[in-house]
């Protein structure tokens, strides 16, 4: 009897992508919690003004605020880089501004990951200019180990390796934001150098 020909299994499909936990969102609750005191602890009387950057930092953002006791406010910015692969030339552009103005504010910075630091070396000099009373930084991840610009964050959730994380606000191809938890994506073939669009 012929056997019917079968393919190979190399000439069939993609390489699966997948996603194995880094930090589970009970970890992250908890260190958000840390966070919240610890943010109110330096500015024990002042009104604080989240500003978080769209769109992986809006779950950090509204857990963040929920934390903190006192006064909060919150508006939004949106960047997005030209360098749109791992070997960005760091060009970060403005696409939504803020809807008020920061000036006088304590103004907390608000964002998934620090990565290269470019976006927010751009943030940075970008709110500086607008003469808010205290500027701080709050990231949930840092990847110390990629850092190009010569910016650190005030309040750190976890410093991790140099992997490709998804979760928790984060995406790969604007998928996976919606997860509890943060995990390394596995891709499994040369696609891998996309992941790092904005
Ligand atoms: P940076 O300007 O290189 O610090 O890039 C920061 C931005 O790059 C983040 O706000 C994310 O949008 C994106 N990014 C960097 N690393 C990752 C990652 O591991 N997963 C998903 N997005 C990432
Ligand atoms: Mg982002």
Redesign the pocket.
Known sequence: MPQSKKPGPQATKAPRESVRILITGGRIQRRIQEIAKQIRKDFPDEPLHLVS?LK??VFFLTDLARSISGEVSFDFIAVS?YGQNTH?SGQ?RLTRDLDSSVEGKTVIVV??????????QYLLRLFEQRKPKHLRVAVLLD?PE?RIADVRADYVGFSIPN????GYG???AERYRNLRYVGILTLGSDTKKD??K?
């Open positions: 950057v992986g930092g880089s960005s970060v964002e998934d990951i620090l990565d290269t630091g470019m976006t927010l990847k990629r992997e490709f994380v998804v984060l995406d790969y992941a790092a904005k």
